[in-house]
């Protein structure tokens, strides 16, 4: 019988079909447990491709991304939750004053203190409510406008141009901020944080929990502006 006979060349056809489906496929050894086992077990010939390793391999690249993406996900998660129990800490703290130069007094120490920052500024447009204040204290009309323009919020490196309107003698040291548009019943006013950290506050950080916190203050604010007035 000839050497080039159907029956010599079926298996060599069959393996060609084979080869092409897994190429066109490689996920189905990945995903065959068993095949999977048994092609990692076995090791390559010269000049044979080693399916075991390559899908190995890839399933190993894979699944190191993998990991990598969930710690990061559990950092981010960690540090989230950290920085909220600073804030709700911090809230907590100012709701216990009884009074408005109280209150002016506990944003100088604890609330710097809780969130690991050097100086806090409450700045209202037209009216300065404390005779003698540290943070809670009046400013020149149009300074919000010249300080954030049109935005609401601010973070990143210090505005150097402003530094000390906003901070006082402070100002000079501090390298990043976190700025906050507050309203005091049609007064603007603005919330500062400064850090002699350059990374502290950084532009795309998240801002939802230091709005919460500006809110908070602005209505404790309010609340002691209102009962100063009768």
Not at 51 to 61: P, V, Y
Not at 79 to 103: R, T
Request: aromatic fraction near 4%.
């Amino acid at each position: 019988m000839s050497a080039d006979t159907p029956d010599t060349l079926q298996p060599s056809l069959d393996l060609e079909r084979i080869r092409a489906f897994l190429v066109e496929h490689p996920d189905f050894i990945r995903e065959d447990a068993e095949l999977f086992a048994q092609l990692a077990a076995q090791p390559a010939e010269g000049g044979v491709v080693d399916l075991g390793s390559a899908a190995r391999e890839k399933l190993l690249t894979e699944l190191r991304q993998l990991k990598a993406l969930n710690e990061g996900i559990v950092e981010t998660a960690r540090a989230n939750l950290a920085i909220q129990a600073q804030i709700h800490s911090a809230v907590l703290a100012l709701l216990e004053v009884d009074s408005l130069a109280g209150l002016d007094r506990k944003i100088s120490n604890r609330l710097t203190g809780t969130l690991g920052v050097d100086v806090c500024r409450i700045l209202i447009e037209g009216h300065a409510p404390l005779k003698s204040a540290e943070s809670i204290l009046g400013a020149g009309d149009g300074s919000v406008a010249d300080i954030l323009g049109e935005k609401v919020e601010r973070l990143g490196p210090v505005n150097t141009d402003r530094a000390h309107e906003i901070y006082g003698q402070h100002g000079s040291r501090m390298r990043s901020e976190a700025v906050v548009r507050l309203d005091f019943n049609g007064r603007d006013g603005l919330f500062a944080l400064a850090s002699r950290d350059p990374h502290l506050f950084q532009f795309g950080q998240g801002t939802e929990l230091l709005n919460f916190l500006a809110r908070a203050i602005e209505r404790l604010i309010l609340q002691w502006m209102h009962h100063s007035d009768h």
